[in-house]
C-alpha cells in the first residue's frame, strides 16, 4: 500500500489513524481466527486467516486489506480486546 495513501485513512468509526500492523500481532489475530475466537464489530466471526492488516493507533480496531484494498467499513472491523497475545497500545 502506498505511504501517501496509508497517511490519509482513518478508522471510521474512531476517525483515529490507521497503520500497518506487524507480523506478530498478525500472527496473533490469525491464532484466535483458527480458535474460532477472533469477532468482527458486528459479532460474526473472522475464520479467514489474514494476510495484512491496518489498526487504529489505540490498536482495539483493525481493519483487514483484501488484495491491497482497505476494507473501511465499521460492521467489518475486527475487535482486538481480550486476543491472546495482541499487544494493546
Excluded: H, W
Excluded at 38 to 67: E, F, H, I, M, N
Excluded at 73 to 81: G, K, N, R, Y
Amino acid at each position: 500500500m502506498d505511504r501517501k495513501l496509508l497517511d490519509l485513512l482513518v478508522c471510521p468509526t474512531t476517525r483515529q489513524p490507521l497503520q500497518r500492523l506487524d507480523s506478530g500481532a498478525l500472527a496473533a489475530l490469525n491464532a484466535a481466527a483458527a480458535a474460532g475466537t477472533l469477532r468482527k464489530a458486528d459479532g460474526s466471526a473472522q475464520t479467514q486467516p489474514l494476510r495484512d492488516v491496518l489498526t487504529t493507533r489505540d490498536r482495539r480496531l483493525a481493519y483487514r486489506l483484501d488484495d491491497g484494498i482497505p476494507v473501511l467499513l465499521a460492521e467489518e472491523a475486527i475487535v482486538t480486546a481480550g486476543i491472546d497475545g495482541f499487544p494493546q497500545a
